[in-house]
């Protein structure tokens, strides 16, 4: 018989770290923060001002500023000078000390990082750095830029696909990129597991003069999908009206070229 | 018979586009400039600072600033106030307007780019741009971060990797992680291609205070290789005195992790 007094329903709450790239004000992380409460004990560590395409950026050869927040009710949170890669470092190696979070979640970000987004986004960023710590870690990122975008139809999933990755895991040095259609009269299908799209940015670039008579550019891309007839990837399935997952890892050698420049080696 | 005026030899010089991270400046991309125009017609568009750590940063949000300078002989070159993936974005599509590089090259960079610092590496970012839009690309590292770091004993090998590049190609969306072992007494035993190690920093944060009281925190790694005894990763090779040559891809999709996780759908 067991006699040792039980809090194992307070003890085996999930510890959730929650981070972002628009920044810890915006309303995506609100809402992930709410989702994530419903479920674990959450520790928010997340920039301090927007970071939207900063990649896997972080900083070195500058320190990082750390204060903590009072934004949200009963969680333990930080806003940080940094990048998303260095936040998750910062919660991993510095806020947490020795408690490994149990999962990482990112986002929710106010715009797509679905196909080759995924590389400039901070807020993948953040789930891969996690992936590299050997924690259990998801981006969610919903096709809709607007500050004021409605998160209302994606929270039932968010929690959903938490819940999952929970419960049944994630492969080691895995992170998942979930990305939302936006909210339109259809209701959402379901979640399809795929591939990232092979896709590109085609980029412009308007020149303009400042009040000082001197030259700036501003960049601005179309999206160029090269599989745009494939139903195997994230972009066929968000075109479809379906949540798209694509577990990424962060091993970026091309095993199929290796052995077409094998004869390089002398 | 032809007897149309042959400038053939003229107008089969490559273009070759360098960049780097570490700023035009620097050490590195001087001596790439100097190899890089024994061989083709060279274009310069290089970072105005130092951009090591940025990843895949992309500046949006903020306008560009793009200036000619005159460090090099005859070429054409300018500094910009963005990334190295910025530096390949304009220097494609609007530098060169309509002209497609033959070859990028990003380096040499003052320190190692191997294994998982290829994530954070804006010289690897730069080229990994480059094959994103279907360019080849070569990033060059040496593992030796000092300022006037040694670059004699990698520049018979830049060039030769060059000329290799450029005869027998890179496969297509994919782009080289070279990196060289610092000068030592050891000659350098050649080329080893490779797959990226399973590696992480671990990093630590030192809490200061600055002069006004207020805390800050620099962040400072020691590295750890997962796969210290695998003579296949490019971190054997280096330990070796090899030349580690990784070919590499932005496709990050897990598609081992497909499967596992595909009863997500629902």
New interface residues.
């Given amino acids: 018989m067991n006699l040792t007094p039980s809090n194992s329903s307070e003890s085996k709450r999930p510890l959730i770290l929650v981070t972002n790239d628009d920044g810890i004000t915006s309303l995506g992380i609100r809402t992930l923060v709410e989702i994530a409460q419903t479920i674990g004990e959450v520790v928010v560590v997340a920039p301090n001002s927007?970071q939207?395409?900063?990649?896997?950026?972080?900083?070195?050869?500058q320190?990082?500023?750390?204060y903590s927040t009072e934004l949200f009710t009963e969680v333990d949170e930080y806003e940080c000078s940094g990048t998303p890669?260095?936040c998750v470092?910062?919660a991993?190696?510095?806020v947490l000390k020795d408690r490994s979070p149990d999962l990482v979640v990112s986002g929710i970000n106010h715009g797509s990082n679905s196909s080759?987004s995924?590389?400039?986004s901070g807020t993948m960023?953040a789930a891969?750095e996690a992936a590299?710590?050997g924690i259990p870690a998801i981006g969610f990122s919903l096709c809709d830029y607007r500050e004021d975008a409605s998160f209302e139809h994606v929270k039932e999933y968010v929690r959903s696909?938490i819940l999952?990755a929970l419960e049944?895991g994630?492969?080691k040095?895995?992170a998942?990129?979930v990305n939302f259609p936006k909210l339109s009269e259809e209701p959402l299908k379901?979640?399809?597991?795929c591939?990232?799209a092979?896709a590109?940015w085609?980029?412009?670039?308007d020149y303009?003069k400042d009040p000082y008579g001197?030259?700036?550019?501003?960049?601005a891309g179309d999206f160029v999908n090269f599989d745009h007839d494939k139903e195997d990837t994230d972009e066929w399935a968000l075109s479809q009206n379906y949540i798209s997952?694509?577990?990424?890892?962060?091993?970026?050698?091309?095993?199929?070229?290796?052995e077409?420049?094998?004869?390089?080696?002398?």
Same sequence: chains 1, 2.
């Fill in positions: 927007p939207s395409g900063m990649g896997h950026a972080i900083t070195i050869g320190p990082l500023r750390l890669a260095d470092k910062l991993k190696h510095y080759i995924i590389l400039y960023s891969i590299i710590e696909i999952m049944k994630i492969p040095g895995v998942l990129n379901g979640i399809k597991i591939r990232q092979n590109k085609q980029e412009k670039f303009r001197r030259g700036y550019l501003w960049m997952v694509v577990p990424c890892k962060y091993d970026l050698t091309s095993y199929e070229a290796l077409s420049i094998s004869s390089w080696s002398k």
